[in-house]
């Protein structure tokens, strides 16, 4: 009965979230980038004739990681922005004390719609993302060495945001559980860079900002085992790539992911919690 009340749950918000206007804007968005980065590989194919193959495969790899990023993005604001109206504003709407008022438990509703936005999230990801990968296919042959991998630790990432702004719409506004999600994926990204910078630089201190912030949110984290997964294998025979904040040299550790998964559990609970204890 429970199993069965969350998955009705979960496609009723996967049709929800089709039908919102933040999905048009994705859309268009994603259709931006992809003509634009279709259009800069041309150029680089056809700038750039000089280059040998193997010279080619790692420029497009670098500038793929580049275009991946801007695409996370993409996907970081709409997961987050759907996040919040999807529980936050079902409650301030009172439509979700409408749905209590049956014998239907909140942590199935909670868990319900989360399965829904994974849904969206992570088929949305790996949709625009296998699109991005065909257009460096035809304009410059490169093909990543791990694309499959590549594509699930960004509907890991997405997943892990969509988490955090699924708690905090259970404690503040909708819109500001979007701008809070938003923020904290940009701040763990800068933490990130900053953490690169303090390794090249020997300085601890600033590595360990980076290292903390890729525990308390997996973001940052799951993207660079994406970078890794996309790049081209040549590229760590050159030390001067290490320090690029859109390149990876080593892949993610079994122990990190497994502690990716065990946050968005523990955040997955909080927000039951969270959602039990709320007035409707």
Known sequence: MIARTVLTLAVLTLQEALRRRVLRSLVVMTVVLLSLSAWGFYRLDSEFGTLTSGEARLAASTVLNLVMFGLSLIAALGTAFLAGPTL??????????AVMTRPVRRSAVLLGKW???????????????LGQLLIVRITVGYWPPQPATGLALLA?????????????STVISPMASGIVAVGLFGATWIAGVVGMVGEAFGNDGMAG???VSRMLLPTDGLWRGAMHAFQHPGLSQFPAFEDSPFL??????ATYLAWAALWVAVVLGLSALAFQRRDL
């Open 88 to 97: 936050a504003g079902e409650i301030e709407s009172g439509i979700a004390l």
């Open 115 to 129: 399965l829904g936005l994974v849904a969206f999230g992570s088929g949305f990801v790996i949709v625009a993302g």
């Open 156 to 168: 890991a990432q997405t997943t892990v945001l969509l988490t955090l702004g699924l708690l905090l």
């Open 209 to 211: 900002v980076g290292t």
């Open 248 to 253: 990876s040299m080593a892949p993610l550790t």
